[in-house]
Every structure is written in structure tokens, then in C-alpha cells.
């Protein structure tokens, strides 16, 4: 009787034993921040080079490591490829006039952004426990992009307004993506995170009803590829895994 009182003591303190992310398959909630080192290729790389991501990853992963969840990224980006795009603008020295006739400081950065409904599995044969392994994911959803003109000190007329939509390239569609890399989840709550290779098809078109350079609208469907290393760190927000109390 000694000992129950004694066990309910220690208890009442949190001396209990928990169960290890080691000693079975759990479910666990993984949300985590993520930066990607983006590759175009396809229609893409015809108009912009290297990019960025930062991004966060929404997944449950179930009992039989099946993962269900929701993927986003912010894409920006600076190395601006098809500069014919703004022809008509440049001068006879290769600069921009502003409105006060000196050579305009004006900026032609990528902005956009992918989200899609992910569906995928860990393969713990191949993790460091029951919870980690090669993670393999597939998902579908939607992809943005365009280029932000920025006119820094300068006022450009043709550049201000309603007319920056002639520009922008604004490109939007249906987009699929594949991630294969690993998923790390120790007991250790800062120490969680995922790495590996993204790849992503966006299958999309320019929505603008008038572009500068072409004149016109383009409705020709276009094929954005994308492809990068990505890395994630885990949030420490998963509840505590469930306490068990032990009688002899």
C-alpha cells in the first residue's frame, strides 16, 4: 500500500516515464519552416535564373507513416533573363528615363508563390527510428508568378500604375510537385527537421489581356519547371506524447 501512495507522489511531481518517439510508430504533427534553392528549367528559365523559397510544410503523419497535409512557398528572385521585355523603354545609352530626364533606378525582381495539397509516406526501414526515414511526397495545387517592378527613387510615367500590368508577366495555373528526402524526428523537440529534393510543374499562362512588348495577350499555354534543395526545420509545438504510469 506503501507504494501506491509512494508511485501517486511521484506521479503528482511529473516523475513519470514517457514514451520514446523510439519505441513505436506514432502519430505526430509536423509543421515546419523550410527554405528552397530553386533551378528553372522549361518556360521558366527563359525568363528567370536562380531563385528562392521560403515556405512552411503543414503534415499529420499517421500510425502507418502516411502523411496528409498542405505545402506553401514565397518565391523571389532577382536574376531577370529576358530583358526584351522592357525594350521599348530603354533609351539609346541602355538606361531608363525618368520623369526628371536622368537614368532611372529601377529594379525587375521575381515575386510569386506555389501551394498544394500534399499527400505522401515515411519508409522508417531507412530512419534512425520508428517516426524517421525516407520521406517521398507528392502533391498538386497551384502556382503564381510575375515580375515586381520597383522604381526606387525615381518616377517613371511609363513604369507608375495601371501600367506596370503591361509588364509584369503576371503567370498563374495548376501546378504538381514531388518531394523525396528524409524526415528526422528525435525525442529531442528542437531537434527535428527534413532535407532534401523538390520538384515542381507549373502548367500555366499569362492572364494579362495586354502586354507591352508583344502587344497583345499571350495565350499560349506555358510549362514552368522548377527544381531545388529544400530544407526544413520542425517547430517544437507537438503536445507531449502520452504518460504512462507503471505499478509493480
Known sequence: MRIVFLLIFLGSFGLIAQISLKDS??????MGLNYKATFPEGDLVKRWGFHNSIGLDI???????????????FIFGS??????????????????TSLSG????????????????????????????????????????????KIRI??????????????????DKLTTGFSSMQFIGYLYQANVRLLKFYAGFEFTQGFTQNIRNYNFDTGGPEP?????????????????????????????
Open 220 to 248: 499560349d499555354p506555358r510549362l514552368d519547371l522548377q527544381y531545388g534543395f529544400k530544407v526544413g526545420w520542425i517547430l517544437p509545438i507537438s503536445h507531449r506524447t502520452k504518460s504512462e504510469y507503471y505499478y509493480d
Open 59 to 73: 503534415d499529420q503523419k499517421l500510425k502507418s507513416n502516411l502523411t496528409v497535409g498542405l505545402s506553401g512557398g
Open 25 to 30: 510508430v506514432r502519430n505526430t504533427f509536423i
Open 79 to 96: 536574376q531577370l533573363r529576358d530583358s526584351t521585355i522592357f525594350n521599348d523603354l530603354y533609351n539609346s545609352f541602355g538606361t531608363i
Open 102 to 145: 536622368t537614368p532611372a533606378d529601377v529594379l525587375f525582381l521575381m515575386r510569386g508563390f506555389t501551394s498544394h495539397a500534399t499527400v505522401g509516406q515515411v519508409f522508417n526501414r531507412f530512419g534512425n527510428n520508428a517516426n524517421s526515414g525516407l520521406w517521398v511526397k507528392v502533391g498538386f495545387g497551384f502556382m503564381m508568378h
Open 150 to 167: 520597383e522604381t526606387l527613387y525615381d518616377v517613371v510615367p511609363q513604369l507608375e500604375g495601371q501600367y506596370r500590368k503591361g509588364y
